[in-house]
């Protein structure tokens, strides 16, 4: 770590983010932050959740795949979501053209889902990564005016299900330590730690 560390440090940073096991990351950061400092964010403590077993809870019916038509109606929701978990828009960049790209490539392959209520996503998430031993959700997200309504747990339910069935035989992600609504969520999922990660945002 302190070799690679010292690669880096000679290097102009290009990277918007560092994640993965919190020991890594962290003790990384602590060797980086002098010249690739000040992080926008870190966040330490990051649970790793794992399931492979389908959710002991109904899923929600609702909630389905995405479909490749649907695009402009899953965007906005999925900005929201990005701004609201990493602190800046998307849409910063080249005024959002790339991050489009990516959503667009995540319905095309069949790995985003939502609940449409009246033509509006009120839920959605992505299977951001697909391995043969996992699939990661990522971007699990309840717009504002329907949180504390009980959706998110049947919506979350149905993606796992979807998960495991279709896609891989384990279901991961992680979530931050201070998101205990998410955290109860996941666990009546069925989601069991397995780890800690740590995100270091620039």
């Known amino acids: 770590m302190a070799a690679f560390a010292d690669l880096l440090a000679g290097e102009e940073r290009l990277c918007s983010s560092i994640v993965g096991r919190a020991d890594a990351v962290l003790g990384l950061w602590d060797r980086l932050s002098d010249t690739w400092g000040p992080a926008r964010d870190v966040r330490p403590n990051q649970p790793l959740l794992v399931t492979d077993t389908?959710?002991?809870i109904p899923a929600d019916p609702e909630v389905r795949q995405v479909r490749s038509g649907e695009v402009d109606r899953l965007f906005p929701a999925a900005v929201a979501m990005y701004t609201e978990e990493v602190g800046v828009s998307p849409l910063a960049e080249d005024a959002g053209r790339s991050y489009r790209r990516r959503v667009n490539d995540l319905v095309r392959a069949?790995?985003?889902y939502a609940r449409v209520v009246d033509g509006t996503v009120v839920f959605k998430a992505?299977?951001?990564v697909v391995t043969k031993r996992t699939a990661q959700v990522?971007?699990?997200w309840v717009?504002?005016?329907w949180r504390g309504r009980g959706i998110a747990a049947g919506a979350m339910a149905a993606v796992v299900r979807d998960a495991l069935l279709r896609v891989a035989p384990t279901v991961s992600l992680y979530v931050n330590d201070f998101n205990l609504p998410a955290r109860r969520v996941?666990?009546?999922?069925g989601f069991q730690p397995v780890g800690t990660l740590a995100t270091v945002l620039f």
């Open 54 to 56: 389908l959710p002991p």
């Open 110 to 112: 069949g790995r985003a």
């Open 126 to 128: 992505e299977l951001a």
């Open 138 to 140: 990522q971007g699990v």
């Open 143 to 145: 717009a504002p005016e």
């Open 186 to 189: 996941y666990e009546r999922c």
